[in-house]
């Protein structure tokens, strides 16, 4: 049974028999219900026809179900093109343009209809100059291509950006391939985050090469993971000579110990932090003094170890111990001055260390060298005289100047 309004029949017959010779009628689209209830879409034709000079017309009725499925299938993918967040290009065997979604319209400015149809390289001349044009061609013969990244710039809007895309063949129903179908993706943020990220880790290094300590990182082991270049100029290694050794290879045998105990009481909780000073081997066999700062970050997922500075404290040990040597020292003899000699007195001065002897001494007429020959000569004469002392006694024996021309002298 047709679903026809009586009122639209008749006036499609009121159209036909006003032309009756010459009308042929496609009524639109109308669904006709099979005797099992089905609806499907049916075409109705009419044409005149005139028999027995009896003025007829024929009606036929074609199932157009096929045709109409195929008509929702285009339009269904047609959305689906449209509404994609990727950009979907189709081209012909001569590489013009079929197809261009709305998504190629806001990457590059060009509208479909300024597109479609025109030869690819003519509206993209840089496909020619990176070889893609060449790849498209590959594929119409059947070939594999590879996913490429490539910057693009499209001549008539001035757009430019990165982009990457998959190009496949496009096949018909027998298999026969009929043009070239890709897929864009816009990456200009990608590559953008890239070039930071290259910039800054530049920046890193650059700044890790050049500052004044050695940076390393360390495993739960006490294995070198990482090293900073620098390491060359501080210590004559290689970051290769050193990576992957035991951090203890590189410690002096007397501090060995020491730096062991406080490495792995560093373990115990992350973020603790410890300061050490001790001699790190140089590749020449010396050993520099060295000022040593880690920290735990072995729940740091970038770090996932332990974070070492190594700073170089030899001139600051060399500062000291000219402290600690002119403390004790007379600065024109170079012998111990009288504090060191009363703290010696102090500390020998126990019945094991009996029996002990005291020498005292002194130059006679040095303030009348002083006055006849200047202070230049007497300093001379002092110097003189304490090499002369202790030349005279033991390496064990100590001996002092105490003051002005006085001179002590402690054996045991």
Known sequence: MLKLNITDLTAELDKTTQVIQELVIAIPLRYHVK???I???VEITIKPYIYKKCNSLLTFIHDISDRKKADEEQLFNQKIISCI??????????????????????????????????????????LHDTGMAEKYKKVLNGETVDMLEYPFVVPETGRSGWASNIVAPLTNINGEIIGVLEAIHDIAERKQAEEALVTRDAKQKAMIANIADVI????????????????????????????????????????????????????????????VEFKYKRKDGKYKDIELTWVNHNNDKD???????????????????????????????????RTYFEEEMKRLDVARQLPI????????????????????????????????????????????????????????
């Open 35 to 37: 005797k099992d209830g």
């Open 39 to 41: 609806v499907f879409p």
């Open 85 to 126: 967040n990727s950009g979907i290009v189709v081209y012909d065997r001569d590489l013009c343009f079929q197809t261009w979604n709305p998504f190629m319209e806001k990457l590059t400015g060009l509208s479909a209809h300024k597109v479609v149809g025109r030869y690819a390289p003519e509206v993209f001349p840089f």
């Open 216 to 275: 390393s990182i360390l495993d739960q082991s006490g294995i070198i993971k990482y090293i900073s270049p620098n390491i060359e100029k501080w210590f004559g290694f290689s970051p290769d000579e050193v990576i992957n050794n035991e951090a203890w290879d590189f410690v002096h045998p007397d501090d060995w110990k020491r730096i062991r105990k406080d490495f792995f009481g560093l373990l115990r909780k992350d973020g603790n932090m410890k300061t």
């Open 303 to 337: 770090i996932n170890g332990i974070l070492v500075n190594h700073h170089d404290i030899s001139s600051r040990k060399k500062e000291e111990e000219e402290i600690v040597y002119l403390s004790y020292h007379d600065v024109l003899t170079g012998l111990y001055n």
């Open 357 to 412: 002897s005291f020498i005292i001494a002194d130059i006679n007429g040095l303030k009348f060298a002083n006055d006849a020959f200047g202070h230049k000569f007497g300093d001379k004469l002092l110097k003189k005289m304490a090499e002369i002392i202790k030349a005279c006694l033991r390496k064990e024996d100590i001996v002092a100047r105490w003051g002005g021309d006085e001179f002590v002298v402690f054996t045991s």
